[in-house]
Each structure stands twice: as C-alpha cells, then as structure tokens.
C-alpha cells in the first residue's frame, strides 16, 4: 500500500479517447454490458422505490415536516454510515456487497408493502424502515460506483462512469414515469412489489459477473486506523479538501427531493402524474448531461467542475423558489437534472482518477457521506416551510448556497485548478 502521508500532485493521468463512439466501445469489454444492463434496472427500481415512499409518506402526515423530516432521517442513516461503509467496500468483494444490499433493499420493500395492504405502517414505522433503508445504500454507493472500474479498467474509467450516469438517468426518467402511473394505476403495495421483483432480478445478474472487485491489500488494518488513513490522505492535498467542501453545499440541496412532492401535491395540485412529470423532467436533463459529458469527457480541472456545477445547481434551487407556472418548474427541472449530473460525473470520475487504487472506496464515500448532508437541509426546509410557507423556505435554501459557492470560486479557484 502506498503511504497516504507522502507528497504526490494530485493530477489526473490522460484522458481516454473522446467521442460517443468511442465511449460506446465500452460495451464491448468483457461483462460491462451485463453490469450496466443489471445497474439500469436497478436504477429505475430504485426511483420507483423512492417516488412510492414519498407518495406514501404525504398519505400519512399533512406537515411539511413530517414530510421533509423522513427524507433527513434516511440521509443521516447514509452520511453515518457512508465513512464505515467505504471501508468495507475497500476490504471485501464489491460484487458481492452489491448483491447483498440489493437483496437486503428487497426484503425493506416488500415488508413495506406487506405493512401497508395490512393497514397497521404508521409513521415512526416508516421512518425505521427509512433508516434501515438508508443504511443498505450506504454501502451500494460506493460498492456500484468502484465496482464498474474494477469491470472496465481504469484507463475506460471516464467512459464507463459516464455511461453507467446514462443508465442512471434513464432509470430516473423511467422510474419516474412507471412511479406515476404505478402508484395512480395499482396503489402503492403493488407499487413496491413490482419494484422488488425488479431488484431481485438486477441482484441475480450481478451475481453471475465472475469478477469480485476486491482490492489486494497487503495487510489488514482495524477499522479505526483504515478511516484515519483515509482522512489523512485528503487532509494533506488542499485541492482535493476544497473539492470536498464544494460537495458538502449539499446540505441545502436536500430541499428538492422532499419539496418537489410539496409542490406537486400542494402548490399545484398536480396529483401522482404530475409529481411523476417533474421527476421525469430531472431525469430527461441528466440524460442530456450524460450524452454530452460522452461527447466531451471531462479529463482535467475537475475540482473546478465539481465546484462549478455545484454552484449552477444551487442558482437552480434559487429559480425553483419561483414556481409561477408547473410548465416552469418543469424547465426548472430540467436545468437542474443537467447540473446536477454534470456535478455527479465530474465527482464521481475526479475524485476516482486522481486518488490511488486502495483509497477509492475511502475517498469516494467521502464525496457520498459530503452529498448525504442534504439530510439537514431536508429537515430544516419542512419546518422553514411550514412557519414561512414553501417558495419562500426553498428560496432561502437556494440564495446561501449560491452565495458562497460564489465566494469559493472567486478566492480559490487556482486551488481547485490543482486537481
């Protein structure tokens, strides 16, 4: 292993070949397109899953809060949970984690919808199932994302992340748009069991992928030096310190999720189709974002990416706040989808290329941990809303990020350049 202490540049090495073509060729490597095949089911299913739980959580409580406060209680089970999980990840097989998180999500779901059609979830039960839910992806984060360069390589790094962000925006607009109709269709029980099915196949395909994912370590340290080691290794490179508090301005981004079915329900009366919409809308803009990070893959000043984009996604937040028109929020959405993608490839490719094989589970649970902080802000825009009403609450959310993601720009971007 090498030491996390020693000097080193903190430079990504050079880019793979640009062009969709190109990226496409990817396809053609041994095992990927069974792997992204099982992550893009996974992905709608998950959204299903998500869109499901929020639809239900609205049928138990009318306070913003309790809305909001369940979207906080499962990101703090994930930012918890993330710097233990990407230890893990380091130290054992990431197929095999994978596959275990998914069957684990499989049996939340399916007790969720037996709860239900028997008519005895209340609230708290559905925040316990949020934590443990939130918990199980702690670990998928991390274990899917560093899985797919052990599949490809490190040299189709770039094309494989941003391939596999494709299949992830495809499962947003898809999820979005089966959630809609599923949950208006066959109520939220058949909802979730048709969604289970889903995991449970994407779980089965995974497993039949002969590769592992495990790491050669040399020696096995405990649990608590394996963290230090981590936060050692970032503590040392300013670039990589000021990317990471770039990420952590997800604090306030955590208003959307929980907002957005707010708005759909309540400041437009929308319904189920029109929550679905404006998920979809997301998930169409983080296509287009995907398809043109194929085209031009990012291959250099990424904390200036990471941070830039997270910038723009706050200035969305900002816009959100307005919501004079659904056909507006909808364009709204889409910007966001796009910025919001672009910041996750940047992030998720960056981060893995300029640190050393063995830290990329430590480091990359980090940016998770980092983009988990919207717990916080999910829970603070639910009681906000509810004292000053919800444009005004997500206005707040969106004006402090922006403000300072400014500021970090402006005075320390030659930093960010360094990464």
Not at 27 to 34: N, S
Not at 192 to 208: D, E, H, M, N, P
Not at 304 to 319: E, N, P, R, W
Not at 402 to 418: H, M
């Amino acid at each position: 292993m090498s030491d996390p202490t020693a000097p080193d540049p903190v430079s990504p090495p050079v880019a793979s070949p640009s062009g969709l073509r190109e990226a496409f060729e990817t396809f053609r490597l041994p095992h990927y397109r069974g792997l992204w095949g099982s992550n893009l089911v996974q992905f709608v299913c998950f959204h299903v899953l998500f869109m499901a739980m929020q639809w239900l959580v609205t049928s138990l409580t009318d306070l913003r809060a309790g809305v909001t406060f369940l979207s906080m209680i499962q990101g703090a089970s994930i930012a918890v949970a993330s710097p233990f999980a990407g230890v893990v990840v380091d130290r054992y097989a990431k197929r095999n984690l994978i596959v275990l998180g998914r069957l684990g999500l499989v049996g939340v779901a399916t007790t969720t919808a037996l709860l239900v059609h028997a008519g005895v979830l209340e609230y708290w039960g559905l925040v316990v199932i949020g934590v443990i839910g939130g918990t199980l992806a702690s670990v998928l984060g991390p274990a899917t994302q560093t899985y797919v360069v052990d599949v490809v390589g490190r040299n189709r790094t770039q094309h494989a992340v941003t391939l596999n962000s494709i299949g992830s925006s495809f499962g947003t607009v898809g999820g979005a748009a089966l959630a809609g109709v599923l949950i208006g269709a066959v109520g939220v029980v058949s909802t979730y069991l048709i969604a289970a099915v889903g995991v449970v196949l994407s779980a089965i395909a995974v497993l039949r992928i002969p590769i592992r994912g495990k790491a050669e370590r040399g020696e096995r340290a405990s649990l608590g030096r394996d963290l230090r080691e981590g936060f050692a290794y970032v503590r040392e490179r300013p670039a990589l310190m000021l990317a990471l508090l770039a990420c952590a301005m997800a604090i306030f981004n955590g208003a959307i999720g929980p907002m957005r079915v707010i708005f759909a329900r309540y400041v437009f009366e929308a319904g189920p189709q029109g929550f679905g919409a404006m998920s979809a809308a997301h998930g169409i803009g983080t296509v287009a974002a995907a398809v043109f990070l194929t085209l031009r893959p990012p291959a250099k000043n990424f904390g200036l990416l990471i941070s830039g984009t997270m910038f723009l996604y706050a200035v969305g937040i900002l816009l959100f706040s307005f919501a004079f028109s659904f056909e507006y929020i909808l364009a709204v959405e889409l910007f966001l989808g796009v910025v919001g993608q672009a910041w996750n490839i940047c992030a998720m490719v960056g981060f893995q290329l300029v640190v050393p094989h063995e830290m990329r589970g430590r480091v990359l649970s980090m940016v998770l941990t980092l983009a988990q902080l919207g717990f916080i802000g999910a829970g603070l825009v639910g009681l906000l809303a509810d004292a000053v009403g919800d444009q005004l609450a997500v206005g707040i959310f969106g004006a402090i990020p922006t403000t300072l993601l400014a500021l970090q720009l402006l005075f320390g971007w030659r930093v960010l350049k360094q990464m």
